[in-house]
């Protein structure tokens, strides 16, 4: 080991341990942990993702009120719009965190999608003020509009999925990359890294409030102009914070070891080669050697098939190491706990959706004159996760240690279960006072009025973000959490995608039943469930059958979670 030496001889200073191994500077020169990382880093990342959710909520959140507003938009093909395009942005995080992992690293992805972002909120913003589908400059030939119409249309639909595709890039790689900054192998920066998730998620939580609060009046009662031209200001500074930080990052190496992807791709493809190979002998051998740990040796079986080289070779020798066949397993056991929470993110999807039209035809007047927007009940959301996340941090987890003796009070998959437990009351909850609502609207003679106010408040409608939120505070994290700890170590950008991903099925899942529920009422001759005038609709049987879904779902999710093998014990 090098040394260096001050004053007497035989006093001797090791310079290597300062340095982090596995990461270099800005400038491609080893990296000391006295002058860069930690938290002296991870504020500014932390600030960047604070003002992208700013700047992403902005657009999202009261995205529905926009469509069937300025554009004239049916509520049904509006929730189908918004699913669509929140699908589309929750999937996309799969192609950002390939490009990063496989290609232009975490930084420099996060500074493209950044600029893709700025462009695509400014063409947003220069949209929103381009003359309205009723102004002077349109005309309705045939119960159509005219080229300047489409072209409105065009153009805001062209610059969302802008903001889509930037996101994509964006949203997998911070966190993976404030994590970066912090070395696993040193105990207190170790303990440091469990800090930075939950401060993290806190600082998400309360900036988008101040979203909720303040971009949603203005959109609703100022102009949608200022509304999405102020994320775009918002998405500038995360840019400019983010770079003032460059020369204080720790960046990630790759080692000489092959692509994650190659290794599972290989595992995958001997297994197929190898069909018609009976596995009992090999698993055998190794089990024998202590080579392949049994548990895990006894789920998905034909695997182990890619321990042996095919047929058709001469030797009898080994192409995928027991290592690469257990990685493989490992990425495979996620599937089924992906697939069993899909309904728990069409539960999500009513949050910026329905629930927001709900309130648009309630009562929302808070003091003479100033009625509270429709789409700022969500702040709900996050102030009960602002306030529980302390909470089950410090009380809950303290309290489950005691009776189960494991480090984290609970498992992951259990902390997932219970949200999903919450969320199904949080479907009853929402489906209850929406049947109140409804018969409101009837007693007080409303139900051919939809642009009447029904006399019912607006806050009947807080314990359903109440318990949405409260739901987010085990499941959201939770898989958060399970999907990044539970892949290998060099895909943890892939799993943070794959956690976002959930959510983007479940956007085009409620979307597609939508569709399906509206298409099926009309050719019945029936009121659709989401007809524009909602006191005519059924959203009330919508909440019901997602909380029959959802129980089902639960079931399942159970069933794969008991035999579920964690890729590291300690992680549970």
Same mark, same amino acid.
């Given at each position: 080991?090098?040394?260096?030496? !001050?004053? &007497?001889?035989?006093?001797?200073?090791?310079?290597?341990?300062?340095?982090?191994?596995?990461?270099?500077?800005?400038?491609?020169?080893?990296?000391?942990?006295?002058?860069?990382?930690?938290?002296?880093?991870?504020?500014?990342?932390?600030?960047?993702?604070?003002?992208?959710?700013?700047?992403?909520?902005?657009?999202?959140?009261?995205?529905?009120?926009?469509?069937?507003?300025?554009?004239?938009?049916?509520?049904?093909?509006?929730?189908?719009?918004?699913?669509?395009?929140?699908?589309?942005?929750?999937?996309?995080?799969? $192609?950002?965190?390939?490009?990063?992992?496989?290609?232009?690293?975490?930084?420099?992805?996060?500074?493209?999608?950044?600029?893709?972002?700025?462009?695509?909120?400014?063409?947003?913003?220069?949209?929103?003020?381009?003359?309205?589908?009723?102004?002077?400059?349109?005309?309705?030939?045939?119960?159509?509009?005219?080229?300047?119409?489409?072209?409105?249309?065009?153009?805001?639909?062209?610059?969302?999925?802008?903001?889509?595709?930037?996101?994509?890039? !964006?949203?997998?790689?911070?966190?993976?990359?404030?994590?970066?900054?912090?070395?696993?192998?040193?105990?207190?920066?170790?303990?440091?890294?469990?800090?930075?998730?939950? +401060?993290?998620?806190?600082?998400?939580?309360?900036?988008?409030?101040?979203?909720?609060?303040?971009?949603?009046?203005?959109?609703?009662?100022?102009?949608?102009? $200022?509304?999405?031209?102020?994320?775009?200001?918002?998405?500038?500074?995360?840019?400019?914070?983010?770079?003032?930080?460059?020369? &204080?990052?720790?960046?990630?190496?790759?080692?000489?070891?092959?692509?994650?992807?190659?290794?599972?791709?290989?595992?995958?493809?001997?297994?197929?080669?190898?069909?018609?190979? &009976?596995?009992?002998?090999?698993?055998?051998?190794?089990?024998?050697?202590?080579?392949?740990? !049994?548990?895990?040796?006894?789920?998905?079986?034909? $695997?182990?098939?890619?321990?042996?080289?095919?047929?058709?070779?001469?030797?009898?020798?080994?192409?995928?190491?027991?290592?690469?066949?257990?990685?493989?397993?490992?990425?495979?056991?996620?599937?089924?706990?992906?697939?069993?929470?899909?309904?728990?993110?069409?539960?999500?999807?009513?949050?910026?959706?329905?629930?927001?039209?709900?309130?648009?035809?309630?009562?929302?007047?808070?003091?003479?004159?100033?009625?509270?927007?429709?789409?700022?009940?969500? &702040?709900?959301?996050?102030?009960?996760?602002?306030?529980?996340?302390?909470?089950?941090?410090?009380?809950?987890?303290?309290?489950?240690?005691?009776?189960?003796?494991?480090?984290?009070?609970?498992?992951?998959?259990?902390?997932?279960?219970?949200?999903?437990?919450?969320?199904?009351?949080?479907?009853?909850?929402?489906?209850?006072?929406?049947?109140?609502?409804?018969?409101?609207?009837?007693?007080?003679?409303?139900?051919?009025?939809?642009?009447?106010?029904?006399?019912?408040?607006?806050?009947?409608?807080?314990?359903?973000?109440?318990?949405?939120?409260?739901?987010?505070?085990?499941?959201?994290?939770?898989?958060?959490?399970?999907?990044?700890?539970?892949?290998?170590?060099?895909?943890?950008?892939?799993?943070?995608?794959?956690?976002?991903?959930?959510?983007?099925?479940?956007?085009?899942?409620?979307?597609?039943?939508?569709?399906?529920?509206?298409?099926?009422?009309?050719?019945?001759?029936?009121?659709? +469930?989401?007809?524009?005038? $909602?006191?005519?609709? !059924?959203?009330?049987?919508?909440?019901?059958?997602?909380?029959?879904?959802?129980?089902?779902?639960?079931?399942?999710?159970?069933?794969?979670?008991?035999?579920?093998?964690?890729?590291?014990?300690?992680?549970?």
């Amino acid at each position: 080991m090098a040394t260096s030496h !001050h004053g &007497t001889a035989g006093v001797q200073t090791p310079l290597l341990d300062d340095v982090v191994e596995g990461a270099v500077d800005y400038k491609g020169r080893p990296v000391h942990r006295s002058r860069s990382g930690g938290w002296r880093s991870a504020w500014f990342i932390i600030g960047v993702e604070v003002a992208e959710r700013f700047a992403y909520y902005g657009i999202s959140c009261n995205l529905i009120t926009f469509l069937t507003g300025p554009l004239g938009q049916s509520t049904a093909t509006a929730a189908e719009n918004v699913n669509i395009w929140s699908g589309t942005a929750s999937l996309l995080p799969l $192609l950002g965190a390939f490009v990063a992992d496989s290609f232009l690293g975490r930084y420099r992805t996060i500074v493209f999608a950044s600029l893709l972002y700025i462009l695509g909120l400014g063409l947003l913003t220069l949209s929103a003020v381009l003359p309205s589908l009723t102004g002077s400059d349109c005309q309705k030939i045939n119960q159509s509009t005219s080229c300047s119409s489409q072209f409105q249309v065009l153009f805001f639909f062209f610059s969302l999925y802008l903001v889509a595709v930037a996101q994509g890039g !964006h949203k997998p790689c911070v966190q993976a990359f404030g994590a970066d900054q912090f070395d696993a192998s040193d105990p207190e920066e170790c303990k440091a890294k469990s800090s930075f998730f939950n +401060w993290w998620y806190f600082s998400l939580c309360f900036g988008t409030t101040f979203t909720l609060i303040l971009l949603t009046y203005i959109q609703d009662n100022l102009s949608w102009g $200022l509304g999405f031209g102020i994320p775009c200001i918002a998405m500038v500074l995360a840019l400019f914070i983010f770079l003032l930080g460059t020369r &204080t990052y720790r960046y990630s190496i790759k080692g000489d070891e092959e692509s994650p992807f190659v290794r599972i791709g290989r595992v995958f493809v001997t297994a197929l080669r190898n069909w018609r190979t &009976t596995p009992s002998a090999i698993t055998s051998e190794e089990e024998s050697r202590g080579t392949l740990p !049994h548990e895990s040796s006894e789920q998905f079986k034909f $695997l182990n098939k890619a321990l042996l080289a095919p047929d058709d070779l001469k030797e009898n020798r080994k192409v995928c190491t027991v290592a690469e066949v257990e990685e493989a397993k490992s990425v495979l056991r996620l599937f089924p706990i992906w697939v069993t929470c899909l309904a728990y993110a069409v539960v999500f999807a009513q949050y910026s959706t329905f629930f927001t039209k709900q309130g648009a035809t309630m009562d929302r007047t808070i003091a003479p004159g100033l009625d509270i927007p429709a789409a700022s009940l969500q &702040t709900f959301i996050s102030i009960t996760i602002v306030i529980f996340v302390p909470i089950y941090d410090r009380i809950f987890v303290p309290i489950a240690r005691v009776f189960t003796r494991k480090p984290s009070g609970i498992t992951m998959l259990q902390r997932i279960g219970i949200g999903m437990f919450i969320s199904i009351i949080s479907m009853a909850v929402a489906a209850l006072v929406e049947m109140k609502r409804l018969k409101t609207a009837k007693d007080y003679g409303l139900l051919d009025m939809p642009s009447a106010t029904v006399p019912m408040s607006i806050w009947w409608l807080v314990p359903q973000y109440l318990l949405a939120g409260l739901a987010d505070v085990f499941t959201m994290v939770g898989l958060q959490e399970f999907f990044y700890d539970q892949v290998p170590n060099e895909l943890k950008s892939i799993g943070l995608a794959l956690y976002l991903s959930i959510f983007g099925v479940g956007s085009f899942l409620s979307s597609f039943l939508i569709s399906a529920i509206d298409d099926a009422t009309t050719w019945a001759g029936e009121t659709s +469930w989401f007809s524009t005038n $909602l006191n005519r609709a !059924h959203l009330d049987y919508f909440y019901w059958l997602l909380g029959g879904i959802s129980v089902v779902e639960l079931a399942i999710y159970l069933y794969f979670a008991k035999s579920y093998i964690y890729n590291r014990a300690g992680t549970v």
